[in-house]
C-alpha cells in the first residue's frame, strides 16, 4: 500500500505581479474571495484530504500571510466579551497547532520546481502535496481529497488534469497520455507551456500535485527550463525516465484561476452566487447590469 500523505507544501513566493500595484504590499494568497483570502480555502481543501503538516515556501513581504495563521489574542478576547461565538468560531479555522505549520523562505523567484525543492529538508523520504493557492477549485468533494483517495490505490506521481482550449496550451504544463482510463490518465511524458502545434494532448497540468520523494532529488539535478526557471515539470517528466509512474487525474470540479484578473473576478462571482445569504441581492444586481448592458448595444 502506498505511503500516506500528510505533508503538504505551498508555495507561495512568487511575485504576484499580475496584481501590482496590490501585490506591492498585500500578499496575492491574502487576496479575498468574499471573505476568506485564498489561502484559506488552500489550507481547508488540504486539511480535508488528511494534510497535517504544512509548509509554506514564502519570500519577503509575505508576513501578512504568517500573522494570518497566528492567535489574535486582542481580537479573540474582544469577540468573547461581546458573546459573539459565530465570529470566534469563524476565526478558529485560521489558527494551527502549534507545530503544524512550517515556513521555508525561497530567497529568489526561481521557479515553481526551485520553491518546492526549497522545503525538500521538510519533507525527507516521504510522498507529498503541492498545492498552489491561486488555483481554487470548487467542489463537492475538495480536489485533493479525490487525488488522495487515487494516490491510495496507485502510489507513483499524481498531477490535478483538466481539458483547455488548444490555444491556452501555451499557458499550462501538457500531458502526453499513454493510456486513457478515464478519471486516470497515464503519462509518459510532460511539456511545460508547449506552443499550440507543439502541445502533445489538450490536457492541462493545474495547481494540485501528489509526488514521490524523488521528484525532489530530480529538481537536485535540474538546471533551468521553460522561461529561465526551474521547472516542477521537468522533475516530475524526470520520473518517467526513470521508470517510475506519473498519472494525470480529472477531478470533479470547477477551477478558478485566480492568478489572473479574469479567473478571479469569476470565482468572486461564482463563490458569491453560492452564498445563501448574498445570492439573491447579487443575482438582481447581475440581471441588471446584463440588461442595462444589452440595451446599449
Ligand atoms: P505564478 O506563475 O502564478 O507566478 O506562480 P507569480 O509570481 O505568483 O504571479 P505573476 O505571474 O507574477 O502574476 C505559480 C505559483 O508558484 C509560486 C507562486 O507563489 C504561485 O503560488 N512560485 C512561483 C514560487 O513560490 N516561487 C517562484 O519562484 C515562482
Known sequence: ???????????????????????????????????????????????AA?????????????????DYFDHSPVLEQELRSKNKTDLLEILKNTNMDSGAIAYIRQHKALGLGH???CARRLIGNEPFAVILPDDVIAAEKPCLQQMVEAYNETGGNIV??????????????MLDVE???????????????PKQEDSPSNL?????????????????????????????????????????????YRFKGQRFDCGSKAGFL?????????RPELRDDLYAYLQEIMQVDKAAQ
Request: hydrophobic share 45%; aromatic share 6%; glycine share 10%.
Open 266 to 274: 469569476q470565482a468572486t462571482v461564482s463563490f458569491g452566487l453560492a
Open 204 to 248: 492541462a497540468v493545474i495547481g494540485r500535485y501528489i509526488l514521490s520523494p524523488n521528484v525532489l532529488k530530480n529538481l537536485n539535478q535540474l538546471k533551468s527550463g521553460s522561461g529561465g526557471e526551474i521547472q516542477l515539470t521537468d522533475a516530475i517528466a524526470a520520473e518517467l525516465t526513470q521508470n517510475r509512474d506519473v498519472f494525470g
Open 115 to 117: 520553491a518546492v525543492w
Open 1 to 47: 500500500m502506498a505511503k500516506k500523505v500528510t505533508k503538504a507544501i505551498f508555495p507561495v513566493a512568487g511575485l504576484g505581479t499580475r496584481f501590482l500595484p496590490a501585490t506591492k504590499s498585500v500578499p496575492k494568497e491574502i487576496m479575498t474571495l468574499v471573505d476568506r483570502p485564498l489561502i484559506q480555502y488552500a489550507i481547508d481543501e488540504a486539511r
Open 50 to 66: 488528511g494534510i497535517k503538516e504544512f509548509i509554506f515556501v514564502t519570500s519577503r513581504g509575505k508576513g501578512a500571510l504568517e
Open 179 to 193: 493510456e486513457d482510463r478515464g478519471e486516470l490518465v497515464k503519462i509518459k511524458g510532460m511539456v511545460e507551456k
Open 160 to 173: 490535478a488534469a483538466m481539458e483547455v482550449a488548444p490555444e491556452r496550451s501555451s499557458s499550462y504544463g
